[in-house]
């Protein structure tokens, strides 16, 4: 009888203990984590994006479907894709806006028209398509860092990385917030370089009271699915610049400035009459989708307040912004669960979280064949991407899911 208390008490002292959530507690060889894996149950099914399309007046939306229908006007600068360039024009203040079939192809119409050439400074910090337009038109896109705390180009960084060869300057908006213009517009002027903004995030942002497209020599957006705003699959340039556009606009339709009139080089960039009709829905809609992301922002700041591991990214009042991302960072050296892992847990919970931006430009190729030592002058980017979380917002999502979502990490870092 005493050998069996003993033995009980050997096999409950040996048990390894669980966590609360249903994971494993966590063992650590210095700050590395060995065991994470998080298995609490989620009780809805919906799946949650970061980025689940937006859907405007289906009603109106179906209404413009029939009339372009009708006309069979689907492509070529149909009445929707004016009637979207003159309404977005008019909404960011900005002189001219030619609307195109993505963002990507906006990107390189825009770098072709500005006729960069050899290196242009652009953030590895980013999604890899601005390092992809470059590279597509054999210009180097030289990696430069970050500033820790807006996730976006270190003008003095910026500065360091120029040579006799570069030939411009893109900066990237993120998170619905803005790059230090003044800083990199100082800079361009300077050095006498073009300077250009990937706005893919930034669509109905301001800075100083401006409006987004209308900083550098022209800003490009994306209005592709997972933007707050979208066309299914678009994107558009602004500028104020007079020529430039007119310029960008002929390269968009194959150099056409008339019926077999061929007047510069150009591609198929034109944006279909389908999704101009959808722009237009959902740009009557667009205040409806910012009063969302920002009442979904406000409670994901609330749900996790106070926790010592985790940096929640928040947005300037004094600026306009469309709360689009919800952005966090992970300490992993105090956090009782890594970012990967709090990413592999919530993915089983259909909660598609996501690492943003990982990991890095640099490391993609061609980029890592073509500068294998890149990471040693990203230090701080080398950073960022091992700690970006960023959590599903939107109108698909609900309070009870962000506040599910708060719990969740809020156990999984603290290990409680």
């Not at 003095?156 to 908006?173: A, F, K, L, N, S």
């Not at 959902?282 to 969302?292: G, T």
């Not at 190729?365 to 939107?394: I, K």
Request: net charge neutral.
């Amino acid at each position: 009888m005493q050998r069996r208390q003993q033995h009980d008490h050997r096999r409950r002292r040996g048990r390894r203990r669980r966590h609360p959530l249903g994971r494993d507690r966590v063992r650590r060889s210095g700050a590395r984590h060995q065991e994470e894996r998080v298995t609490l149950v989620r009780a809805s099914k919906e799946k949650l994006h970061v980025g689940r399309p937006n859907i405007g007046d289906r009603d109106a939306l179906m209404a413009r479907f029939n009339d372009l229908l009708d006309r069979r006007w689907l492509t070529n600068s149909g009445p929707f894709v004016n009637e979207l360039e003159q309404r977005l024009a008019a909404w960011l203040g900005v002189q001219h806006v030619v609307a195109v079939c993505n963002a990507t192809v906006a990107l390189e119409i825009a770098i072709k028209a500005l006729e960069l050439c050899g290196e242009v400074i652009v953030p590895s910090f980013t999604f890899v398509a601005t390092a992809h337009a470059l590279q597509w038109q054999e210009i180097t896109p030289v990696f430069c860092d970050i500033d820790p705390h807006t996730h976006m180009l270190d003008a003095e960084e910026v500065e360091m990385r120029i040579t006799p060869r570069t030939t411009g300057i893109m900066g990237v908006h993120l998170w619905g917030r803005t790059c230090d213009v003044e800083a990199l517009t100082r800079v361009a002027e300077r050095h006498e370089l073009a300077l250009l903004f990937d706005a893919a995030h930034a669509f109905g942002c301001s800075r100083g009271g401006v409006m987004v497209g209308n900083f550098g020599t022209a800003e490009v957006f994306s209005f592709h699915a997972t933007k707050f705003f979208n066309t299914f699959e678009g994107g558009a340039i602004a500028t104020n610049d007079a020529t430039l556009a007119r310029k960008m606009r002929l390269m968009t339709n194959f150099g056409f400035a008339g019926y077999d009139d061929v007047v510069s080089i150009g591609t198929n960039g034109k944006m279909s009459e389908i999704a101009a009709a959808m722009g237009i829905t959902n740009l009557e809609s667009i205040q409806q989708f910012i009063d969302v992301n920002r009442a979904n922002y406000e409670r994901y700041r609330a749900g996790l307040a106070g926790i010592p591991a985790i940096c929640m990214l928040e947005y300037d009042d004094r600026d306009r912004t469309n709360y689009q991302y919800i952005v966090v960072e992970i300490d992993n050296e105090r956090s009782a669960s890594s970012r990967d892992a709090i990413v592999d847990a919530l993915w089983k919970q259909d909660i598609y979280a996501r690492r943003y931006f990982y990991p890095g430009c640099h490391r993609m190729e061609p980029y890592r064949s073509l500068a294998p030592h890149n990471q040693l002058l990203l230090p701080r980017t080398e950073d960022l991407v091992q700690r970006t979380l960023v959590l599903p917002t939107g109108t698909a999502v609900s309070e009870d899911d962000i506040d599910f979502i708060c719990g969740f990490l809020r156990a999984a870092v603290t290990g409680t």
